[in-house]
């Protein structure tokens, strides 16, 4: 689906649009995790506070002008939403964001005033994701997916290198799964470079989408999705992903939402870090108790979204 060089190619072309983001080695915990040496990715710090502007702002900036002319149309849960109008604001692009009904209140408010147009329907994300779709075949805007677009998941691998430069001694990392974008693209770069490093996904109990298909060996869709996580609720991966997934990715780990909430105080109260759930699921895989990973390793949870 993309090379390493897909990603440094995207990472030289979004670097004016995307912001380098910080590491924290969390110390004086009240609650602490088993784990001496973990750090945290605060990719929560990102432009509209998430990993996916990075993959917004490298769709947008690979396109032909042309296929620019009738502006932009995506679904979300919400954060990709977030990326696609930022970046159609700062390149002067209108936007049209089909959003699920439970989708966070606040971000519809932000993708407002960022001047995208709001459309809200659709249960879930397929049922949103349909509607955009059929609005890029009337209007002629260019669709930009969520995951499953090669320059979108080019776009979230620059977040593996930057991660490699940060955290030298990686040994373990942690990472939310929604579609899989985010999964394929930074598992593709830190493993080319750390063979070594395990990567561990994370998904909700009510949307075992990638668990779901590596235990059948092939992309299974979802009967029902019953998380309430948005950002969290694909009932489908794409193939390309699955194939870098099931090579490339250790094991992937189920947490319920409740799971997430606890995990997101525990990081609002130890760290004064503010993350959506997805971005808190990192936290949750490693309080659940399901992991064996030694206490001496070098862990990075990855913090992917804001509150």
């Given amino acids: 689906m993309i090379t390493l060089q897909d990603i440094e190619a995207a990472r030289n072309r979004i670097a004016p ?20 040496r973990l750090v945290l990715k605060l990719e929560c710090l990102q432009v509209t506070g998430s990993f996916k502007a990075r993959g917004a702002v490298n769709r947008v900036l690979a396109s032909k002008p042309e296929e620019l002319r009738a502006g932009l149309v995506t679904a979300s849960g919400g954060n990709h939403g977030l990326a696609v109008a930022r970046t159609a604001y700062v390149t002067g692009v209108p936007a049209t964001i089909f959003l699920p009904i439970n989708v966070s209140p606040p971000k519809v408010e932000k993708l407002k005033e960022w001047g995208a147009s709001v459309e809200i329907g659709g249960a879930n994300f397929d049922e949103a994701n349909q509607k955009a779709l059929a609005f890029a075949d009337q209007s002629g805007a ?4 969520p995951y499953a677009d090669p320059f979108v998941v080019a776009g979230q691998g620059t977040l593996g290198l930057d991660i490699l430069e940060d955290v030298p001694d990686l040994d373990v990392i942690l990472v939310a799964i929604g579609g899989g974008g985010l999964i394929g693209g930074l598992a593709t770069a830190i ?23 590596l235990a059948a060996g092939h992309v299974v869709t979802l009967r029902e999705i019953t998380t309430t996580v948005a950002t969290m609720a694909a009932r489908r991966t794409d193939e390309r992903l699955f194939e870098i997934v099931r090579r490339h990715v250790s094991e992937v780990v189920l947490i319920s939402d409740e799971a997430m909430k606890e995990a997101a105080r525990w990081l609002w109260f130890e760290t004064g870090v503010s993350a959506d ?14 992991l064996d990973i030694p206490s001496n390793a070098r862990v990075c949870a990855l913090i992917c979204g804001a509150g």
């Fill in 142 to 145: 260019l669709y930009v997916h």
């Fill in 277 to 290: 759930l997805s971005g808190a699921a990192a936290i949750a895989a490693l309080r659940s108790g399901q």
């Fill in 191 to 213: 493993k080319t470079f750390r063979p070594s490093v395990r990567v561990i996904g994370v998904e909700p109990e009510g949307a075992p989408t990638l668990h779901a298909s």
């Fill in 17 to 36: 649009l995307i912001r380098r983001t910080p590491v924290l080695y969390p110390t004086g915990l009240k609650e602490a995790l088993p784990w001496e």
